[in-house]
């Protein structure tokens, strides 16, 4: 047998169907796009062997229910090229979330089988075609565009190829839920690179959240002992912008100190970390690299930690040496230091050494501002009573504010539907009445009166003690605010002020919220309890 590469075998000419030739030839019912074969080619046996070591491997590395869900039945190898490997799938959603989620850990599994990185190709079930190069041993398009001539000899490039898949509106709605998932999942994906899209430029400041940034954005300028914050650390609930934050001071760092080295992980990743260099017997790299490599130290979601005693004790000496060197630490978490349990009391206090705050959910306004811009980013229009009545009901995540935008922005694209009050209710699931309810002058003062305890006679009465004149003025600037009431309104519901008296409460209101945390916390928890 001739050790030339069997071009003939992919070259379509008269003279090919006269010659005899000792290669396999590819079968006339194949449906998936041929590579150029090797001499020594994988048969149907130990593809099925392969494919079955892919699964066991894939079983024991995912979730039970992440298995039966993508891969269980739905995952098939279908052939080995010399370069690449071709899946297939059942349904685009299914495409999706593979290539998404998963498309590394089945590299890793392939090469861990065959000894040889692989090129991934997955295809759905019933829409694939035939396409080979003639001269190439790299697949160079896969077009999934029905076509009766399977004889075309035309060869197009990746960025030529067309897909169009002929789905039925389930498939659609499947589509545009997966784009949702995948936002809504971007807190369970830790990544070891800096995103470059999340900046300070980006990031939305209000009440809940301006103390965190002003202090992020001055660590960023400033890093390390030549700053006033060596040590800061972020907490709040998930979805509210703290990674994001973390994100915005590597890539301000990078512009601006770019001799500085960063490491940004997370705490799993860097207990991940450990493990391996434990297992190699390096862990004196693994010190190395953390005590004398790193300018700045980032770890997201530090809680994660909690049980893990072994990693403790590493980080306990990496924190102390990076702090005596003068190193910026950064860390983030879903509590303070002191309420996370598992983890020990000398961690807890070096934790607390910097800066520690918190940011608040946050209020109307800021739910406003990030739709607004989420949505030119999406390239998506939608009115103002809409973008009000999103933010009016989704109050707990930014995260989940932007994810009702992507959902939303995406049904409208499958379906090709323009979007109003009633697709929104129904997509985002909200309650009618909850969503029309309007806050009054009534309930505003009811509500602010709940939270600092006090009765709302005082609030209305002409009493001046310091906490009592401290929630009228908050209640007076959340209802001119929130509902949008005129001074004189104001003024007369609170014991008949003249309008001076209520422009003087707004004011102080407005320049507090620029420099005290606790009041931000107390307009952001007020407005919330509407």
């Not at 998404?100 to 019933?126: P, Q, S, V, W």
């Not at 207990?271 to 297992?279: A, L, P, S, T």
């Not at 005590?291 to 130290?297: A, H, P, V």
């Not at 997201?300 to 990693?311: F, P, S, V």
Request: charged share 25%.
């Amino acid at each position: 047998m001739s050790q030339d590469f069997p071009y003939r075998h992919f070259l379509k000419s008269d003279q090919n169907s006269q010659h005899t030739s000792t290669e396999i030839p590819i079968p006339l019912e194949s449906n998936i796009p041929q590579e150029p074969k090797a001499e020594e080619s994988f048969t149907q046996e130990e593809i099925q062997k392969i494919n079955n070591e892919i699964h066991v491997s894939l079983k024991n590395t995912v979730t039970p229910q992440k298995y039966s869900a993508y891969f269980e039945k739905n995952f098939l190898l279908e052939e080995l090229g010399i370069d690449t490997i071709h899946f297939s799938v059942n349904t685009p959603f299914i495409k999706v979330m593979i290539e998404d989620h998963f498309i590394e850990r089945i590299e890793e599994t392939i090469f861990n089988l065959l000894g040889k990185k692989y090129a991934i190709n997955i295809i759905i079930m019933d829409n694939r075609t035939s396409l080979s190069s003639n001269n190439s041993n790299i697949l160079k398009s896969i077009s999934t565009t029905p076509s009766n001539n399977h004889t075309s000899s035309e060869i197009k490039s990746a960025k030529k190829a067309k897909f169009t898949l002929t789905q039925t509106k389930e498939d659609l709605r499947l589509n545009a839920e997966s784009t949702y998932i995948k936002h809504m999942n971007k807190n369970l994906i830790h990544e070891n690179l800096i995103d470059s899209s999340k900046t300070f430029n980006d990031f939305i400041i209000g009440p809940s959240n301006n103390m965190a940034f002003a202090t992020a954005k001055a660590v960023a300028e400033n890093p390390g002992k030549r700053g006033k914050y060596p040590s800061l650390y972020i907490y709040s609930n998930s979805g509210l912008g703290k990674t994001h934050l973390l994100h915005a001071v590597a890539n301000e760092i990078n512009d601006r100190f770019p001799s500085m080295v960063i490491c940004l992980t997370t705490a799993r990743d860097f207990m991940k970390e450990m493990i391996y260099y434990i297992q190699e017997k390096k862990i004196g790299d693994f010190q190395k690299k953390y005590t004398e490599k790193i300018d700045i130290l980032m770890i997201d979601d530090i809680h994660e930690l909690k049980g893990r005693e072994g990693t403790q004790n590493e980080f306990f000496h990496i924190f102390n040496e990076l702090h005596a060197r003068g190193k910026q630490l950064i860390f983030t978490s879903d509590k303070s230091p002191k309420e996370i349990d598992g983890i020990a009391e000398r961690i807890k206090t070096r934790l607390q050494w910097g800066l520690v705050i918190d940011i608040q959910k946050p209020d109307l306004e800021t739910r406003i501002a990030i739709l607004k811009k989420k949505a030119k980013q999406l390239d998506l229009f939608l009115h103002d009573d809409i973008i009000t009545l999103i933010a009016s009901s989704v109050k707990t995540s930014i995260r989940e504010l932007e994810g009702a935008l992507i959902k939303l922005s995406a049904f409208s694209d499958v379906m090709r539907i323009e979007i109003d009050i009633e697709m929104v209710r129904n997509l985002l699931k909200m309650d009618n009445h909850t969503a029309n309810e309007v806050p009054t002058l009534e309930n505003i003062a009811k509500t602010t009166s709940n939270y600092f305890k006090i009765p709302l006679a005082n609030l209305k009465s002409k009493a001046r003690k310091a906490e009592i004149t401290r929630a009228r003025h908050i209640a007076m600037y959340l209802s001119q605010k929130i509902i949008k009431s005129t001074l004189k309104e104001i003024g007369h519901f609170y014991g008949g002020r003249d309008h001076t008296s209520v422009i003087h409460a707004i004011e102080r209101i407005k320049t507090g919220l620029q420099n005290d945390s606790q009041l931000s916390r107390d307009v952001v928890a007020i407005e919330s309890n509407l």
